[in-house]
T-cell receptor, first 115, second 112 residues
Framework: DSGVTQTPKHLITATGQRVTLRCSPR?????VYWYQQSLDQGLQFLIQ???????AKGNILERFSAQQFPDLHSELNLSSLELGDSALYFC??????????????FGPGTRLTVL | DAKTTQPPSMDCAEGRAANLPCNHS???????VYWYRQIHSQGPQYIIH???NNETNEMASLIITEDRKSSTLILPHATLRDTAVYYC?????????????FGQGTRLTINP
């Protein structure tokens, strides 16, 4: 158990819909990272938040957005869903934001299925 | 844009040492090598990381060559529960922060 929690575990929805994925970081961690893992793309970095502020942005689509709240939990919002958005979405957390030795610990993931 | 190369699959007998190689010939002087593993579709699990010296923890040992162009993860006494995909990752500077770039990893199968 990494200490990172994600809800829900599974999500099934239809194309065109909007969903919200939630992540709670380990106690004391200020950074939250979001990753997407699909069958054909592997694990892809989406976005990082550090202490409430966006820190780095990766391969995140414009239909997707994220935020980190004052209590440091984070939400990933996916809208206008397409079949290709079906994937595992992982959240990771770390103590800081930019230190090169800052280890990321991953949550159990949310499996999103778009029908 | 993964900076590492790993064999796609390996087999190891239960109870033996599993040695997983990784090439990272373009690694820069201040970039760390990280190892994670993913069992089925669970979240990636951190194993170990290092810069230039060999490292050991309760899970594994990491041997980094002197030129830092390759490394080996050693699971000293592999068990069936060590069957997983193992990712060797070089953290890369990105927009003033660091990001993990996952490649395809090595699918390690531990056989009874």
């Amino acid at each position: 158990d990494s200490g990172v929690t994600q809800t829900p575990k599974h999500l099934i929805t239809a194309t065109g819909q909007r969903v919200t994925l939630r992540c709670s970081p380990r106690s004391g961690d200020l950074s939250v990272y979001w990753y997407q893992q699909s069958l054909d793309q592997g694990l892809q970095f989406l976005i990082q938040y550090y202490n409430g502020e966006e820190r780095a942005k990766g391969n995140i689509l414009e239909r997707f957005s994220a935020q980190q709240f004052p209590d440091l939990h984070s939400e990933l919002n996916l809208s206008s869903l397409e079949l290709g958005d079906s994937a595992l979405y992982f959240c990771a957390s770390s103590v800081g934001g930019a230190m090169s030795t800052d280890t990321q610990y991953f949550g159990p993931g949310t499996r999103l299925t778009v029908l | 844009d993964a900076k590492t190369t790993q064999p796609p699959s390996m087999d190891c007998a239960e109870g033996r040492a599993a040695n997983l190689p990784c090439n990272h010939s373009t690694i820069s002087g201040n970039e760390y090598v990280y190892w994670y593993r993913q069992i089925h579709s669970q979240g990636p699990q951190y194993i170990i990381h290092g810069l230039k010296n060999n490292e050991t923890n309760e899970m594994a040992s990491l041997i980094i060559t002197e030129d830092r162009k390759s490394s080996t993860l050693i699971l000293p006494h592999a068990t069936l529960r060590d069957t997983a995909v193992y990712y060797c990752i070089v953290r890369v500077p990105f927009q003033g922060a660091q990001k993990l770039v996952f490649g395809q990893g090595t699918r390690l199968t531990i056989n009874p």
